[in-house]
């Protein structure tokens, strides 16, 4: 479980430092300091958050925003605010590294979430930003145990729910965990 001052990393340029968790502010919010490096034509997928809202303020450089098809850059000094249930991904479009504040309202398990997904890029069973990776039970078990945190926007959820019911149970049998 992460605590505030920790610091998750994947790869070389890509850092998440925890400022407050759930547990800090009783479960109000999560607040991240996040750095991405240059991303080149990596994109994360398209997801929306069915029960939070986000705001994004960039402290360093620009990061652009996929808002359901419209792209939209923010710059330093500058803050998004995406409300529950937009569809976006973000990423950095540049040549160096974008740093960001990033408040999660309300925290629910994003944190673990996070601690989830980063330690399983750094382990090499899921791409950077969450891009899937076979083994392709581990990221069905990954987006059903944390479906009310994020859900990608494809395939449309009931399908998505049903498949992550049905096959969440073979995952944990094989050893998956999320």
């Known amino acids: 479980m992460v605590e505030a001052g920790d610091t998750l990393h994947q790869g ?21 300091e996040t750095t991405y490096g240059p991303m080149g034509e990596l994109r994360p997928p398209m997801h929306y958050h069915p ?7 960039v402290l360093d450089r620009e ?10 850059t923010v710059a330093a000094g500058d803050e998004l ?24 309202t309300p925290a629910l398990r994003t944190e673990n979430m996070f601690e989830t997904m980063w330690g399983l890029v ?18 069905v078990l990954l987006m059903w145990t944390y479906r009310q945190e994020f859900r990608l926007t494809s395939p449309p959820y009931p399908v998505a729910a049903a498949v992550g019911c049905v096959l969440a149970v073979p995952a944990r049998a094989l050893g998956y965990r999320a």
Do not use: C, K
């Open 122 to 139: 750094e382990a090499g069973t899921m791409g950077r930003h969450g891009q899937p990776r076979p083994p392709f039970l581990q990221s």
């Open 51 to 57: 029960h939070q809202v986000e705001l994004f303020q």
């Open 81 to 104: 605010t995406i409300p529950r249930r937009q569809p976006h991904m973000a990423w950095n479009a540049g040549s160096q590294p974008v740093r960001f504040r990033w408040r999660t």
């Open 12 to 32: 070389e340029t890509d850092t998440m430092v925890f400022h407050t968790t759930g547990a800090d502010s009783d479960g109000e919010y999560l607040e991240v």
């Open 63 to 72: 990061l652009t925003f996929d808002l359901d098809r419209e792209l939209r």
